[in-house]
Each structure stands twice: as structure tokens, then as C-alpha cells.
């Protein structure tokens, strides 16, 4: 039997939960990996995570709270304004950013590893779930959509030409 619609949550508590667990682990124990610490420059790297936390925080705002995303899955409707403009995953992305940022807060090489996994996990997880049951519920709509957006980054919406 097809679903008429995506789950509410889908695999985001799982993305969501491993990138927060990881990132606690680093705030606990990057005193403990003092080769990796970064000294020249730790304002440059507490600036840029600042940043990136502020930009996750207005992402996630954004998506949730304006874009509405909950009543386009109850609606059965494939949302593509808004955050959705910016990003095809503005919830999880927001969460990468915010992780990313206290990542890059700590001033230390060994954690900020992480944040390319975070990207590669997302990636993966979205390919092996999302990506497939949003392309067989709204088809070309949503590949058309992908060919516009960035999976993971936020960026400027394409214009149309023509």
C-alpha cells in the first residue's frame, strides 16, 4: 500500500540525535586532544562558529515556524518556498549548522572533523530515505526541485530565465 503522505518526522530525530551526541562528546573531551588545538587565530574560529550557530537558529525559524512544513506534509503538499527555497532539508540543516558552529567554537582540529561526517551523514540518510519517498510521492515536481536546490547548504534560490 503507498503512503499518501511523508511521515511528520522521518529520519530527522535519528540525524538529528547522532550529530547533538557527537557534538557533546566533543565539548566534553577537546581539552583532551591538545594537539589539535588551534591558537593562532581562535577569534577567527569562534567568529565563524557564531555565525554558523546564528544562521542554524534563523534556519531553523524559518523553516519551522514560517515555512510551515507540517502543513504541507498534512496537506500532502511538496513545500518549495521559503526555507524550502533555500535548502531541500532547512530542519536537519539547521541542526548541521548550529553543531558545526560549536564545533568550530572549540577552536580545536579533531573537532571539527565531525562536521564533514555531519554533511556525508546527511547525504547518505536523505539519498536512502527522504529522496526516494518524496520522489515517488510527487515524481518530476520533486526531481525538478532537486535540480534547483541544494540538499544540505543553504543557497540562493536560482531564477528562472525565460
Same mark, same amino acid.
Given at each position: ?16 540525535? %547522532?550529530?547533538?551526541?557527537? %557534538? ?18 581562535? $577569534?577567527? @574560529? ?13 534556519? $531553523?525559524?524559518? =523553516? ?6 507540517? &502543513?504541507?506534509? /498534512?496537506?500532502?503538499?511538496? /513545500? ?6 533555500? /535548502?531541500?532539508?532547512?530542519? *536537519? ?6 553543531? &558545526? ?5 572549540? @577552536?580545536?582540529? +579533531? @573537532?571539527?572533523?565531525? =562536521?564533514?561526517?555531519? +554533511?556525508?551523514?546527511?547525504? /547518505?540518510?536523505?539519498?536512502? %530515505?527522504?529522496?526516494? $519517498?518524496?520522489? &515517488?510521492?510527487?515524481?518530476?515536481? *520533486?526531481? &525538478? ?9 543553504? $543557497? ?7
Amino acid at each position: 500500500m503507498k503512503k499518501e503522505h511523508l511521515p511528520v518526522y522521518g529520519p530527522g530525530p535519528f540525524y538529528t540525535g %547522532t550529530i547533538i551526541i557527537i %557534538t557533546v562528546l566533543c565539548v566534553i573531551f577537546h581539552s583532551h586532544l591538545p594537539s589539535g588545538q588551534i591558537v593562532s587565530l581562535p $577569534w577567527l @574560529c569562534r567568529l565563524c562558529g557564531s555565525l554558523l550557530i546564528i544562521a542554524g537558529i534563523a534556519l $531553523w525559524v524559518y =523553516a519551522v515556524i514560517l515555512s510551515k512544513i507540517d &502543513d504541507g506534509i /498534512v496537506n500532502n503538499r511538496l /513545500v518549495t518556498e521559503g526555507a524550502y527555497a533555500l /535548502v531541500r532539508n532547512p530542519i *536537519y540543516s539547521a541542526f548541521m549548522l548550529v553543531c &558545526d558552529g560549536i564545533l568550530l567554537w572549540l @577552536c580545536n582540529l +579533531w @573537532c571539527i572533523l565531525p =562536521a564533514l561526517f555531519y +554533511w556525508l551523514f546527511m547525504t /547518505v540518510l536523505m539519498k536512502a %530515505t527522504e529522496e526516494k $519517498w518524496l520522489q &515517488d510521492l510527487y515524481g518530476q515536481a *520533486y526531481i &525538478d526541485y532537486c535540480q534547483r536546490v541544494n540538499r544540505c547548504w543553504p $543557497w540562493f534560490p536560482e531564477k528562472n530565465h525565460g
